[in-house]
């Protein structure tokens, strides 16, 4: 397993338009999270499942923002109708869940979007 | 609240030298977790350590050493030695919930680490 991937790397794309972002995580992982990163800050919770349900979504994720983790394998993050504040490198995670507490999370490299 | 300062935003440093990253945490939780994660310029956030709250023994890692102390609620990282390749954001977190469902980042300290 050569850990989380992320699909695309970089998107361009017209205000307005729809994009979808993909995540493999490592295969033995049942958590799986979003983030969101703009420069200079942190990266911002947007979601996360455990297996195929989706335990928790941040108010930061409006109507127009979608996760879906079907079969709790791969998850795709869609964002309709695009804006330009929604400029920012999208992160998945992946982990185990356990006993033990905070478990660590395994990043890729993002797909970074860019809304023109 | 819970929250997570790093006050250092940008250091540079030569070669050679010893840097200490500063991380400064609040939370009324007992039970935490702290984390240092490092994102190089090709941006994957690559873990460093993990630190519970009921165990304060500092961590060393090769050059890489780590000091946490309650009653000031930090927990610092110092490269011993730097490197160019230390070259990076790093981020310190923290996770209150137990559960790990998110963790509070800092905004991160960018050390550039010139030959």
């Known amino acids: 397993d050569t850990g989380v991937s992320q699909d695309p790397r970089h998107k361009i794309t017209k205000r307005g338009q729809n994009v979808t972002f993909r995540c493999d995580p490592i295969s033995e992982h049942n958590r799986l999270y979003w983030y969101r990163q703009t420069l200079g800050q942190g990266p911002e919770f947007l979601t996360y499942?455990?297996?195929?349900?989706?335990?928790?979504k941040s108010r930061l994720l409006s109507d127009r923002f979608s996760a879906e983790r079907p079969k709790g394998s791969f998850s795709t993050l869609e964002i309709q109708r695009t804006e330009q504040g929604d400029s920012a490198m999208y992160l998945c995670?992946?982990?185990?869940?356990?006993?033990?507490?905070?478990?660590?999370?395994?990043f890729g490299a993002g797909s970074r979007l860019t809304v023109l | 609240a819970q929250k997570v300062t790093q006050a250092q935003t940008e250091i540079s440093v030569v070669e050679k030298e010893d840097v200490t990253l500063d991380c400064v945490y609040e939370t009324r939780d007992t039970t935490y977790y702290l984390f240092w994660y490092k994102q190089p310029p090709s941006g994957e956030l690559v873990f460093l350590i993990r630190r519970n709250s009921f165990d304060e023994q500092n961590e060393i890692s090769g050059r890489y050493s780590w000091n946490f102390q309650k009653s000031t609620s930090s927990f610092n990282f110092t490269i011993t030695a730097s490197q160019v390749v230390d070259s990076a954001v790093y981020f310190c977190?923290?996770?209150?919930?137990?559960?790990?469902?998110?963790?509070?980042w800092g905004l991160g300290t960018s050390l550039a680490v010139n030959p």
């Open positions: 995670a992946s982990s185990l869940a356990g006993v033990g507490g905070a478990n660590v999370l395994t």
């Open positions: 499942f455990q297996n195929e349900a989706q335990l928790e």
């Open positions: 977190a923290l996770s209150a919930d137990g559960n790990n469902r998110k963790l509070i």
